[in-house]
């Protein structure tokens, strides 16, 4: 089947530090990759939504000059925590579609901001 | 089982009831999802029912908890053809995520 790898699986930085996190689809194209964090115990939350070679769709209440997205190529989505801080601890989750509705997760990125 | 477990396809007609169901894994999951995936767009947290709780109402969509079988179900009343999407449900296993493999609903008019 097809895979979503991300990178780091986990990172551990200081405050005010940026981190990037990378999302690849490996083995097709995806035009839309998907953004997702998840609190310790709670749910997953949409965040923004990756277009190719245009601006990401940020969902309401995300900070788009905080969570940078970048999608600069078919199997590449990348997400930029800027200036993180403790509340930007989470797991991030990214998943790329195949065709409009089959969608595929990455295994998540664990982030630790000190 | 292992897995969350879902039915994968579900047609009704417009104005019908529709009821997806979910056979979840872990008994002491506290939280069950219900997503929702339009064509193109990532999930949609739809609704959640807290473990402790046998039924929660919102609007068209009630959700039913049945503990001792880890069954949850979601019934959408009066199904429109907006919607037609797939449906996931999820549970916190430990401290993650675990989805179903999601429900496939066509609402024909």
């Known amino acids: 089947g097809a895979v979503v790898s991300q990178h780091p699986s986990r990172v551990i930085c200081k405050s005010g530090t940026s981190v990037k996190i990378e999302c690849r689809s490996l083995d097709f194209q995806a035009t839309t990759m998907f953004w997702y964090r998840q609190f310790p115990k709670q749910s997953l939350m949409l965040m923004a939504t990756?277009?190719?070679?245009?601006?990401?769709?940020?969902e309401q209440g995300v900070e788009k000059d905080k969570f940078l997205i970048n999608h600069a190529s078919l199997t590449l989505s990348t997400l930029t925590v800027t200036s993180a801080h403790p509340e930007d601890s989470s797991f991030y989750i990214c998943s790329a579609n195949m065709g409009a509705e089959t969608q595929y997760f990455g295994p998540g990125t664990r982030l630790l901001v000190l | 089982g292992e897995d969350v477990e879902q039915s994968l396809f579900l047609s009704v007609r417009e104005g019908d009831s529709s009821v997806i169901n979910c056979t979840y894994t872990?008994?002491?999951?506290?939280?069950l999802y219900w997503y929702k995936q339009e064509p193109g767009a990532g999930l949609q947290l739809l609704t959640y029912i807290f473990s402790n709780m046998d039924m929660k109402q919102d609007q068209r969509l009630t959700v039913l908890l049945n503990k001792k079988d880890k069954h949850l179900s979601l019934r959408i009343a009066d199904t429109q053809t907006g919607d037609s999407a797939i449906y996931f449900c999820a549970e916190i296993f430990r401290n993650d995520m675990r989805f179903g493999a999601g429900t496939r609903l066509t609402v024909k008019p």
């Open positions: 872990d008994s002491s999951s506290t939280y």
């Open positions: 990756s277009n190719e070679g245009s601006k990401a769709t940020y």
